[in-house]
C-alpha cells in the first residue's frame, strides 16, 4: 500500500472514530450520594457506559440530599436540569408537584415511550407505595431505599451479661445496666424526625397528619403533637437527663457514638451496613427491628422507607431519553440490586434481587440483614403506616428538628416542643396548599 492509500484509510479511520464518538448520547445523572456510597453509584455510570457504545452516562456528585434537590429545582428553571436527578422520600410531594406542572417525566410512562418492559409487580410493594400517584403508576425509580433499625453493640450486650431488647422498657433497663458498666452513653439515634417521630408513629400504627399522612391531598395537617409521640420525646429528654442518651446532631451525624463503642443501642439507617463492615473492628454488632412502646401497641405494625429515588426530568431530546430509560433499567436488574443491596445495607428494591440475595447465603451468613425487610413486610400497610406525602417537609423537618434540640437543650418540654412543631409545620403546609 503506498502513502496515499495509508493516508485515505487513516482519514476513513479517523472519520469513523468521529463518527461512532459523535453518534454518543450524553445525559447527566445528579446524585446525593458520598463517600463510598457515591464511589459505587459512580461505579454503576461507568459499567453502564462500557456495556454499550450508544449512551454515556455522567454521574455528578451535586451534595447532600437537601443541595441535590435544591440544585436540580434551580437547575429546572434555568433551563440546565439533568436527565436524572436523586431526590430523597421527602421531597415527593414536591416533585409530584413538579410532575403535575410538567416538570418530571414519570417512569412508567418513559419506560412504556421507550419499549423497555416495566412491570412495578417486580418491586417491592412497601417501596413503590410511596413513589406511586393515586392510580399506582410509578413516578420514580427506587434506587436506594432503606428503613431504621437498631444497631447493637453485641460484645458490650454480652459482657454484661444483658438480653438485647425490644420494647422501649427494656432499652431504659439494658441502658442503666451499661451506664452503670462504663458505657458513656448507652442510647443513641440519628435522622431523628425520620426515626423518632415518622417511623415511631408508623410502628406504632399512629396517624403522622391527617388525609392519610398526605397521600389524600394537600389539605393535611401535622398530627405528631399526639399523646404517644409527645410521651415518647419526653422518654428520650429523660433518658438524656439521667445520662443514658446523647443527641448527636442531625442526619447520620451522631454515628461516630456507635462505631466508637460510645452508645450500645443507636437508631438509624439499615443503610449503615457496608460503613460499619468496614469500619468497626473491636466489637461485634448486628441491627434487630425498632424496639415497641407497650403502652401504646403489643406488637409493631411496620416500618416506611427513607432513601432516595432517581426522578427523570423534562426538556431534553428523545435520543437522551432512550439512553436515560436503559440505565434505568440497567440500575433494576437483579444481579446488581443484589449487589447494591449487600454491600450497602440498603433494601432490595425489586422482588428478584430479594430472592437471589437469599438463595445466595447472604441473609444466613450475616444475621440481622433481613431486618429491614422484615420490618416493611412486617403487615398490610395502614393509612397511618404507608408513609407521608406533606409538601414542603424538607422545611417542616427542620422545624421538627430545631423543636426537638429544645427539648434536648431543657429550654422546652417534649409537650411545648410538639405543639410549636404542628403549629409552625402547619403553616408551611398552607403555603405548599397555595401554591399547588
Known amino acids: 500500500?503506498?502513502?496515499?492509500?495509508?493516508?485515505?484509510?487513516?482519514?476513513?479511520?479517523v472519520l469513523a472514530l468521529s463518527t461512532a464518538a459523535a453518534a454518543q448520547t450524553e445525559i447527566e445523572f445528579w446524585h446525593a450520594m458520598g463517600g463510598q456510597l457515591g464511589e459505587q453509584t459512580d461505579a454503576f455510570a461507568t459499567e453502564f457506559n462500557a456495556s454499550q457504545d450508544q449512551c454515556v452516562v455522567n454521574s455528578v456528585y451535586q451534595g447532600n440530599y437537601t443541595e441535590t434537590m435544591t440544585a436540580a429545582i434551580a437547575a429546572f428553571r434555568a433551563g440546565e436540569q439533568p436527565q436524572i436527578v436523586q431526590v430523597f422520600e421527602v421531597g415527593t410531594a414536591t416533585m409530584m408537584s413538579a410532575a403535575d406542572n410538567g416538570a418530571v417525566y414519570p417512569v412508567h410512562q418513559l419506560m412504556a415511550d421507550q419499549g423497555i418492559a416495566f412491570d412495578e409487580a417486580d418491586y417491592l410493594p412497601g417501596v413503590i407505595s410511596y413513589y406511586s400517584d393515586t392510580d399506582g403508576n410509578l413516578l420514580s425509580l427506587p434506587f436506594n431505599s432503606s428503613?431504621?433499625?437498631?444497631?447493637?453493640?453485641?460484645?458490650l450486650f454480652e459482657e454484661n451479661g444483658l438480653e438485647v431488647p425490644t420494647t422501649w422498657d427494656g432499652v431504659i433497663e439494658a441502658a442503666r445496666a451499661l451506664k452503670a458498666a462504663g458505657v458513656a452513653s448507652p442510647f443513641g439515634q440519628g435522622w431523628q424526625s425520620w426515626t423518632m417521630i415518622e417511623n415511631f408513629s408508623a410502628w406504632h400504627d399512629i396517624q403522622i397528619g391527617t388525609n392519610s399522612n398526605g397521600f389524600g391531598g394537600t389539605d393535611t395537617e401535622l398530627t405528631i403533637n399526639n399523646p404517644a409521640v409527645v410521651a415518647h420525646i419526653q422518654r428520650l429528654a429523660d433518658m438524656a437527663e439521667e445520662g443514658l442518651?446523647?443527641?448527636?446532631g442531625r442526619r447520620g451525624d451522631s454515628r461516630p457514638q456507635f462505631v466508637n463503642g460510645e452508645a450500645a443501642m443507636w437508631i438509624n439507617s439499615s443503610a449503615y451496613?457496608?460503613?460499619f463492615v468496614a469500619d468497626i473492628q473491636d466489637f461485634e454488632f448486628t441491627q434487630v427491628p425498632m424496639?415497641?412502646?407497650t403502652n401504646v401497641r403489643a406488637e409493631p405494625q411496620n416500618s416506611i422507607i427513607g432513601g432516595a429515588t432517581l426522578w427523570a426530568l423534562r426538556g431534553h431530546e428523545d435520543a437522551e431519553y432512550a439512553c436515560t430509560a436503559q440505565f434505568l433499567n440497567f440500575l433494576s436488574d437483579a444481579e446488581r440490586q443484589a449487589d447494591w443491596a449487600q454491600?450497602?445495607?440498603?433494601?432490595?428494591?425489586?422482588?428478584?434481587?430479594?430472592?437471589l440475595m437469599e438463595e445466595r447465603g447472604f441473609f444466613a451468613e450475616n444475621p440481622g440483614t433481613d431486618v429491614a425487610i422484615t420490618q416493611l413486610t412486617l403487615n398490610q400497610p395502614?393509612?397511618?403506616?404507608?408513609?407521608l406525602r406533606f409538601g414542603n417537609f424538607v422545611q417542616i423537618r427542620d422545624v421538627i428538628n430545631e423543636e426537638l434540640e429544645a427539648v434536648w437543650s431543657g429550654t422546652?418540654?417534649?409537650?411545648?416542643?410538639m405543639n410549636a412543631a404542628v403549629e409552625r409545620g402547619n403553616e408551611l403546609l398552607r403555603r405548599f396548599e397555595a401554591a399547588n
Do not use: C, Q
Open 412 to 417: 422546652k418540654t417534649a409537650e411545648e416542643a
Open 273 to 275: 451496613f457496608g460503613g
Open 343 to 355: 454491600s450497602t445495607g440498603y433494601v432490595p428494591i425489586t422482588l428478584a434481587a430479594a430472592e
Open 382 to 387: 395502614t393509612a397511618n403506616s404507608a408513609g
Open 291 to 293: 424496639p415497641i412502646d
Open 1 to 13: 500500500m503506498n502513502m496515499r492509500h495509508i493516508a485515505t484509510a487513516s482519514a476513513v479511520s
Open 245 to 248: 442518651y446523647t443527641y448527636g
Open 147 to 155: 428503613t431504621p433499625v437498631m444497631w447493637v453493640n453485641l460484645t
